[in-house]
């Protein structure tokens, strides 16, 4: 089936620092790929949706110069959290869509902790 | 814009029993509606979905059933068994972007 491998699973980061996070599909074009995050004990929030190639579409309310996102290729999608402050520490996921794909195909996650 | 509701947020049952969950949507081209079970740092796993082509779809004890014109969908879970107890999530898609509910962590006592 359908992989999505995201990377790293989990990373601390000094407050000010920037950190990146990738999503790799490995057996499919990703044509086109989310981006959540999830608070604690909350839902999966939409942050922005990209397709190989374009620019991203951010959600309302997502900073678009603080989460920079890069679709340059179609197995690889990137999430750079500029300027990482506590409040931005979360468990942020990738999901992946293909032109010829049933459904969507989650990463495992990573868990950001801003110190 | 696109919003999932979820109810209830919580929901407690004793071992065997049936669980159910409601969902509805605002988007009324929705036309694809999965649900997650996630555990606690993990990727949400998809258990079951229905297209908006069918009113009901079943898979052992999990069936899920969809009402369009009310815009509204339902998880049913039947012979509850401790390991189900986790955090499911609805959702909703229009063939873009996935739209999550906001939870609803159900608990299974022996």
């Known amino acids: 089936g359908a992989v999505v491998s995201q990377h790293p699973s989990r990373v601390i980061c000094k407050s000010g620092t920037s950190v990146k996070i990738e999503c790799r599909s490995l057996d499919f074009q990703a044509t086109t790929m989310f981006w959540y995050r999830q608070f604690p004990k909350q839902s999966l929030m939409l942050m922005a949706t990209s397709n190989e190639g374009s620019k991203a579409t951010y959600e309302q309310g997502v900073e678009k110069d603080k989460f920079l996102i890069n679709h340059a290729s179609l197995t690889l999608s990137t999430l750079t959290v500029t300027s990482a402050h506590p409040e931005d520490s979360s468990f942020y996921i990738c999901s992946a869509r293909g032109d010829y794909l049933y459904g969507y195909t989650f990463g495992s996650g990573t868990r950001l902790t801003v110190v | 814009g696109e919003n999932v509701e979820q109810h209830p947020s919580t929901l407690s049952v004793q071992e065997g029993d049936s669980a159910v969950i409601k969902c509805t949507y605002s988007d009324s081209a929705s036309n694809y509606f999965p649900w997650y079970k996630q555990e606690l740092g993990k990727r949400p796993q998809l258990i079951i979905d229905?297209?908006?082509?069918?009113g009901e779809k079943k898979d052992q004890r999990i069936a899920v059933t969809l009402n369009k014109t009310a815009k509204h969908f339902s998880l049913h879970i039947t012979e509850t068994q401790p390991e189900d107890s986790a955090v499911y999530f609805c959702?909703?898609?229009?063939?873009?972007?996935?739209?999550f509910g906001q939870g609803t962590e159900l608990s299974v006592k022996p």
């Open positions: 959702a909703a898609s229009n063939g873009g972007k996935l739209i």
């Open positions: 229905i297209r908006s082509n069918v």
